[in-house]
């Protein structure tokens, strides 16, 4: 499996619980788990790198343990617990800082743990209901979290006692009545101290900390559904988010405006992921389907389709091969799952065409088109 591991520039994560490596250059896909012993508990919620040369990656399921993948070896090489318990929820993110590793959980909990142990050195409590937590790429020691009726609040590792920035919500409506806060996804905006936000109320959100205000410096709308996720594409003043209903779409942060959409998917986008120096930008769902979409020409240069639903994705900084545009490559050698399995037992039953009835005027017609001809033959 080492050979194949070696080959993949895109790793996603599924529902039934099975890492899966996505080979662009040789339109292949594999997937790295024992097979024998799959379940709901083993659900793949987060991904990320364990490593700078991008050699590991970090496996973050709902049973609460994360597990090691070596790319190099094509196998998992350590298992840890993470204090994963039904009460404290699923992942909602996970990070290296130096040698430690970082986890946050729906309820709240944010946990720096020290290399090779089961015990935590650090824990925050950053509020019930946190759906998303992410780590600042210049400053691997601050992390962002946010969540339902759970504002952004951006945190530092180094003084965990109280959150570097704390958003403000907006001013009431017309109505004098609260506006909801539904923080779904963030990412900071590279070369400054900005970071942006979709909610679960379709607006994307942009906040500036070095300013005097906490409520955001800009905002926008896109659509009219949840969005569920967002990426930053390289050296660009845009941002790419996704929706429940398979939209998605670049927005720009200067003004806030819809620069284009990116077309064909049929499920809500749970993954998303912009490559960190090349125009391309992959997302996955619902559909079960892994797609590469171009942000210069926003065409589709593959999709993959991986048999299972999928909830996060995982893209290498390297090169991408370039594939046909619009080829679709399936993997090879995978459990159909629960549902596969049902349809499959079902019997294909093959239905006849009804005829068409004659009606009474057809039958006239034909009748007197038959006494037309007889009379014809007759006088000849």
Not at 293 to 304: A, G, M, W
Not at 311 to 327: I, M, P, Q
Request: hydrophobic share 35%; proline share 3%.
């Amino acid at each position: 499996m080492a050979d194949k591991s070696q080959i993949c520039t895109v790793w996603v994560g599924s529902e039934t619980g099975i890492l899966k490596g996505v080979s662009l250059s040789k339109k292949q896909a594999f997937n790295f788990c024992e097979m024998t012993c799959l379940s709901r508990d083993q659900e793949v919620c987060v991904l990320s790198w364990g490593d700078a040369a991008e050699s590991e990656v970090l496996v973050g399921s709902v049973n609460g343990t994360v597990k090691t993948f070596s790319a190099e070896k094509g196998k998992f090489t350590e298992t840890r617990q993470c204090g994963g318990d039904a009460a404290g929820g699923r992942f909602t993110g996970l990070a290296v800082a130096g040698t430690a590793l970082v986890t946050c959980v729906e309820t709240g909990r944010l946990r720096l743990w020290k290399e090779e142990s089961d015990a935590h050195v650090v824990e925050i409590d950053a509020g019930r209901s946190v759906c998303r937590m992410r780590q600042d790429a210049s400053r691997r020691h601050r992390v962002a979290t946010g969540g339902k009726e759970n504002g952004l609040k951006i945190w530092d590792l180094e003084r965990p006692d109280k959150p570097v920035f704390a958003a403000k919500n907006l001013r009431n409506d017309w109505l004098d009545l609260r506006q909801p806060e539904w923080v779904r996804d963030m990412a900071f905006i590279p070369d400054s101290d900005k970071i942006v936000t979709c909610t679960g109320h379709h607006q994307v959100r942009v906040y500036d900390p070095a300013s005097p205000q906490r409520r955001p410096v800009l905002e926008a709308q896109y659509g009219e559904y949840p969005l569920t996720a967002l990426s930053l594409p390289a050296g660009g003043n845009t941002v790419v988010v996704g929706n429940t209903q398979g939209q998605i779409a670049m927005l720009d942060l200067r003004k806030g405006l819809v620069r284009g959409c990116l077309k064909g998917l049929a499920g809500g986008v749970r993954g998303l992921q912009c490559h960190p120096s090349l125009p391309v930008v992959a997302s996955c769902g619902l559909d079960r389907f892994l797609r590469i979409h171009s942000l210069e020409d926003r065409s589709l240069q593959h999709k993959v389709y991986l048999k299972s639903r999928l909830n996060c994705v995982l893209l290498s900084g390297r090169d991408l091969e370039a594939g046909g545009a619009g080829e679709v490559e399936e993997v090879k050698e995978e459990e159909g799952g629960e549902e596969d399995e049902v349809w499959n037992a079902l019997e294909q039953v093959e239905e006849e065409k009804p005829k068409r009835k004659i009606t009474e005027e057809e039958e006239e017609s034909t009748e007197k088109k038959t006494g037309r001809k007889k009379r014809k033959k007759a006088q000849e």
